[in-house]
């Protein structure tokens, strides 16, 4: 059942902004007005993806059917008809083929699938070095993979996660944004994608059109505005990545003020005034406005928790950590064989032992291991150009363990500050706001 947050109703004058964020375990979507206020918000529960080995994969009809009972559970606490603009985020590197109707021709394949293998044999005679493309989770590798299959032959587009949700929306499948086009090759320098893709086995065809994150697509389409009690000139804007949609619900502007978001995965995020890429360690830029987001993302994070705890064992333990007396357990945690920063390695092993029979000594490791990283992660976007950090602000699921937060603050030694808002719904409504003052939509 969707979880539900009723606010107090605004004026009915007022315009509202959605944001939809499809995560790894849900999806759930924020309303906003022109004030920043939360009007509703809700959350739905996803299956979790399918996993064997190295190949991890999502039904894509999940997605939607998440999508609807969200909007049917906004719609219970406020009419939906003031919506002026809708934004998609959707997890980075999730990926799929589509048909000529956007139908998807198999399931999605998911941001931490490496079954692609190592795509840089193929890719290192053309790929620029500093390219995000250099690794088995890539969405290049992944489509590279894609092409491959039987069904190939009937695929018209290949979209990302929050690109096939908004063309349900448009009913107009085959746009994207640099953020999530960034791993597929796209370069957000030049605007466009590269020559150097028309040597690979792919159709160009089934590229999308790239515009930047919240430039109109287009209003809803006729039967979905019916479906859901939109306005029939509801805008759809092209969305982002969950990450940077966190990132832009924190409030961080200025360069080097930086988001750590502790989710499933562990995402590190810090403003920069130029790009700076480099495929040895996953590092990538994406463009926010007239600067960069700089950052890499690490496969650890929650769900290395949740393989071991629940929710309610991990908030009972909390109690009895003791921050400020490490383990000494060294671990690094990961779900599965591989990581991507600030090592990239697709062999990279997990570090779980030993472990103590105290299990909440043994969560303490995992969270120091955790925060380890993330240091780790800083200090390797420093060495590579980056600033450090001068505050770091929290998102995911993560940021409500306070334990959690005394850890890294002693191993960042930098002012953890309190995200105006931490959710990546609500980040991307602030990009439907923005995009709806935009005209002249595609």
Same mark, same amino acid.
């Given at each position: ?60 009809r999940h997605w939607w059917s ?8 906004? @719609? ?13 985020? %959707? ?51 992944? =489509? ?47 605007? @466009? ?23 109109? =697509? ?86 290395? =928790? ?44 997990? @570090? ?6 105290n299990d909440a000594r043994f ?13 780790? %992660? ?17 998102? %995911? ?8 937060? @005394?850890?890294? %603050? ?8 309190t995200a105006s808002h931490t ?20």
């Amino acid at each position: 059942m969707p979880e539900s947050n009723i606010a107090s109703p605004p004026s009915r004058s007022s315009s509202l902004y959605l944001g939809i964020d499809l995560g790894t375990s849900g999806v759930r979507a924020v309303l906003i007005d022109d004030t920043d206020q939360v009007v509703a918000e809700a959350a739905v529960v996803l299956p979790a993806p399918q996993q064997q080995g190295n190949c991890v994969e999502q039904d894509p009809r999940h997605w939607w059917s998440a999508v609807v009972q969200v909007m049917s559970a906004l @719609r219970q606490q406020t009419a939906l008809d003031r919506i002026r603009a809708i934004a998609v985020d %959707g997890t980075s590197g999730t990926v799929l083929l589509a048909d000529a109707h956007g139908i998807p021709l198999g399931p999605a394949l998911m941001y931490n699938d490496t079954r692609a293998g190592d795509p840089s044999p193929q890719l290192a005679r053309i790929a620029p070095t500093d390219s995000p493309v250099h690794s088995a989770s890539s969405g290049l590798a992944k =489509l590279l993979w894609l092409a491959r299959q039987p069904g190939a032959s009937d695929a018209c587009y290949f979209l990302h996660q929050a690109d096939w949700v908004a063309s349900q929306l448009t009913g107009r499948p085959g746009f994207s944004d640099p953020n999530n086009a960034l791993k597929s090759g796209y370069d957000p320098v030049e605007k @466009r994608w590269p020559a150097w893709l028309e040597a690979l086995p792919i159709s160009p065809a089934w590229l999308p059109k790239v515009q930047p994150a919240g430039h109109p =697509l287009g209003t809803v389409a006729v039967r979905i505005a019916a479906q859901f009690g939109l306005p029939r000139n509801a805008m759809i804007v092209t969305g982002t990545t969950d990450s940077t949609a966190s990132f832009i619900a924190t409030g961080a502007s200025k360069t080097g003020e930086a988001v750590t978001a502790l989710g499933s995965t562990l995402v590190l995020k810090v403003i920069s005034n130029t790009p700076i890429c480099d495929q040895r360690y996953g590092i990538y830029s994406q463009p926010l406005n007239d600067k960069w987001l700089v950052g890499g993302a690490s496969n650890s994070g929650g769900a290395v =928790l949740r393989q071991f705890f629940t929710d309610t064992q991990m908030a009972e333990m909390e109690t009895r950590l003791d921050p400020d007396t490490p383990t000494g357990l060294n671990y690094y945690p990961l779900c599965c064989q591989g990581e991507r920063f600030p090592v990239n390695d697709a062999y990279y092993p997990p @570090r779980l032992s030993p472990r103590p029979e105290n299990d909440a000594r043994f969560f303490q490791g995992l969270l120091e291991g955790i925060a380890t990283i993330e240091r780790l %992660g800083y200090e390797r976007l420093q060495e590579c150009g980056a600033p450090w950090p001068i505050n770091v602000r929290t998102t %995911g699921g993560g940021a409500r363990n306070t334990a959690w937060t @005394r850890l890294r %603050g002693r191993m960042l030694n930098v002012p953890l500050l309190t995200a105006s808002h931490t959710q990546a719904a609500f980040g991307a409504a602030r990009l439907a706001r923005q995009g709806s003052t935009t005209r002249n939509a595609t």
